[in-house]
């Protein structure tokens, strides 16, 4: 025992050598497991949404679900595995980017055996409670944490630069995405993407009813929900034409699943809104330097979505919502959110990264680009292994 203890010190212990980032074709390999591990998710909550007579842990989509979790563990653990081959100890062995979800891999295995044992004990849940159920929410948060690995690897690795093309940022995109879609199942009772166009045209065709209040909530979450990630990404890069389509595109799979796809039209009209949103960045080209596009950006983007959204609803769902106020107002106080996020999210613009020299670099030339030699060679190295 005494030996087994001193072996995982040893192994624990930091050997000190600076941490690498793996390379671009590793990171999409995370983000292409991560959409198993995704998929797994939705077919699951297809299951508890509209199979009603579940009575077992043990179903087909569980087997997705789960086996997408151990191919994406099993290839963050091999990263790290490979820094150990390498001769790095503790930390050191494990990719920037890549810590936060090897250490969340043992919590959700460990949420996964208390889920098992709660449906096993009080049930399987079909209704709201399946949102608040203790152990869903451990898997949720650690399942976030694992997907969004090539979220943070990206995030600061050398070669990525302020303007990355969109092969080059599409991991950090489906991770981001997909981190998204795992939020709307948890808020699916506030989520405006489940709403089918009758229902939208019903809901606000009259003030003297629940529909309109419950609508108008759903709007405001929905609205939060899928402008925050966006702004986020804005702030860091200027992101590539497309960005934001893709982002789209994956967060509307969840609500999606849960009601097999009959809200269609719907769910397109978000993907056109992040296609407006694309061409919104070419025009304004917010960044964090341009504080003026950046809250232009955050107003106009979720005014245009929620316009087409009562536009799609209103041509497929017979007619214009019979109280004007609601369907013309609600896109203006889309917009008006999305500035006031704009402005939490940017209160001061920044200095362009190449606005503000290093001091020392100024003092001796040779060092910046000593390090950005450096940095690089992280990565070439790391292209070279896998």
Not at 95 to 119: K, R, S, T
Not at 139 to 148: A, G, H, P
Not at 263 to 273: D, E, M, R, S
């Amino acid at each position: 025992m005494a030996l087994t203890n001193t072996g995982m010190r040893r192994l624990l212990a930091d050997s000190g050598e600076p941490r690498g980032w793996v390379s671009p074709r590793t990171d999409l390999v995370t983000a292409l497991l991560g959409i198993w591990f995704g998929v797994g998710l939705m077919i699951d909550a297809w299951a508890h949404t509209n199979l009603t007579e579940l009575e077992t842990f043990f179903t087909p989509w569980h087997a997705v679900f789960y086996s997408g979790f151990a191919v994406v563990s099993g290839w963050i653990c091999w990263q790290v595995w490979r820094g150990v081959r390498a001769g790095r100890q503790g930390p050191a062995a494990v990719p920037n980017g890549y810590l936060a979800g090897l250490v969340a891999i043992p919590g959700f295995a460990a949420f996964g055996f208390v889920d098992m044992m709660w449906h096993t004990i009080l049930g399987i849940e079909t209704n709201l409670d399946i949102l608040f159920s203790p152990s869903h929410l451990g898997l949720i948060v650690t399942m976030l944490i694992i997907i969004t690995t090539p979220l943070r690897s990206t995030w600061n690795a050398p070669d990525v630069g302020e303007r990355p093309s969109l092969g080059r940022l599409l991991p950090a995109l489906i991770g981001l995405g997909f981190a998204t879609a795992l939020v709307w199942l948890f808020l699916s009772y506030g989520d405006a993407m489940q709403y089918g166009p009758q229902r939208i045209v019903e809901s606000f065709s009259a003030t003297d009813n629940q529909g309109a209040a419950r609508l108008a909530s759903a709007l405001v979450i929905t609205n939060v929900v899928t402008l925050t990630p966006v702004l986020f990404l804005v702030r860091r890069w200027r992101l590539p034409f497309g960005a934001v389509t893709v982002l789209y595109a994956l967060s509307v799979l969840m609500p999606g699943a849960q009601t097999e796809f009959s809200n269609l039209p719907i769910l397109l009209a978000f993907v056109a809104g992040g296609l407006v949103s694309d061409l919104l960045i070419l025009r304004l080209r917010p960044s964090a330097a341009r504080r003026g596009a950046f809250w232009a950006f955050a107003g106009l983007s979720p005014f245009a979505t929620w316009s087409l959204y009562f536009a799609v609803a209103s041509v497929a769902g017979g007619g214009l919502p019979a109280v004007p106020e609601l369907w013309t107002g609600a896109p203006v106080v889309a917009g008006l959110i999305g500035l006031a996020f704009g402005a939490l999210f940017l209160p001061n613009a920044l200095p362009a990264p190449d606005a503000a020299p290093d001091r020392d670099a100024l003092a001796d030339p040779g060092a910046s680009a000593d390090s950005g030699v450096l940095a690089r060679s992280n990565v070439l190295d790391d292209t070279e292994r896998a």
